[in-house]
T-cell receptor
Framework: DSGVTQTPKHLITATGQRVTLRCSPR?????VYWYQQSLDQGLQFLIQ???????AKGNILERFSAQQFPDLHSELNLSSLELGDSALYFC?????????????FGQGTRLTVV | GENVEQHPSTLSVQEGDSAVIKCTYS??????FPWYKQELGKGPQLIIDIRSNVGEKKDQRIAVTLNKTAKHFSLHITETQPEDSAVYFC???????????FGTGTRLKVLA
């Protein structure tokens, strides 16, 4: 158990809908990262938050957004969903601001858009 | 741009044999190289990492080597066991950035 908790584990929704994925980092970790894993794309970095502030953006679509709350949990919001958004979404956390320290991944949320 | 190439994409070995997975990175400023193991239905789990000031690191049956000149690093698993079967990802990052660049993964199958 990595200590990073993601909910829900599975999500099935229709095209055009909006969903929210939740992540609770390990105790003491201030950095939260979101990654998308699809079959043909590997693990793609989406966005990072540190202590409530957005610090870096990767290949995140404009339809997607995230935030980190004062209790350090984070939510990833995906809207106007398309079939191609079906993927595993992982959250990772680390103590440090920069990802040059160990990062621990959650179990992921499997999103299926039908 | 930043890129990490990983080979092979699949690897089958007999139980007890060794397995080697290789990665090559493009960003010469990369200085941290973790390896993750992902079992079916689970998130990636950190198994070993190495920093650029070290050439080799071992942890029981697992070792990682780094060649900065050639910009490649490798994962070595000795005395493989069926429970080593999983997808392995290498990654690279450098100071001042906020993300790992992941390789495309290697599916390791250990045959009993």
């Amino acid at each position: 158990d990595s200590g990073v908790t993601q909910t829900p584990k599975h999500l099935i929704t229709a095209t055009g809908q909006r969903v929210t994925l939740r992540c609770s980092p390990r105790s003491g970790d201030l950095s939260v990262y979101w990654y998308q894993q699809s079959l043909d794309q590997g693990l793609q970095f989406l966005i990072q938050y540190y202590n409530g502030e957005e610090r870096a953006k990767g290949n995140i679509l404009e339809r997607f957004s995230a935030q980190q709350f004062p209790d350090l949990h984070s939510e990833l919001n995906l809207s106007s969903l398309e079939l191609g958004d079906s993927a595993l979404y992982f959250c990772a956390s680390s103590v440090d601001l920069r990802m040059n320290t160990e990062a621990f991944f959650g179990q992921g949320t499997r999103l299926t858009v039908v | 741009g930043e890129n990490v190439e990983q080979h092979p994409s699949t690897l089958s070995v007999q139980e007890g044999d060794s397995a080697v997975i290789k990665c090559t990175y493009s960003d010469s400023a990369s200085n941290y190289f973790p390896w993750y193991k992902q079992e079916l239905g689970k998130g990636p789990q950190l198994i070993i990492d190495i920093r650029s000031n070290v050439g080799e690191k071992k942890d029981q049956r697992i070792a990682v080597t780094l060649n900065k000149t050639a910009k490649h690093f490798s994962l070595h698993i000795t005395e493989t066991q069926p429970e080593d079967s999983a997808v392995y990802f290498c990654a690279a990052s450098r100071g001042g950035t906020y993300k790992y660049i992941f390789g495309t993964g290697t599916r390791l199958k250990v045959l009993a």
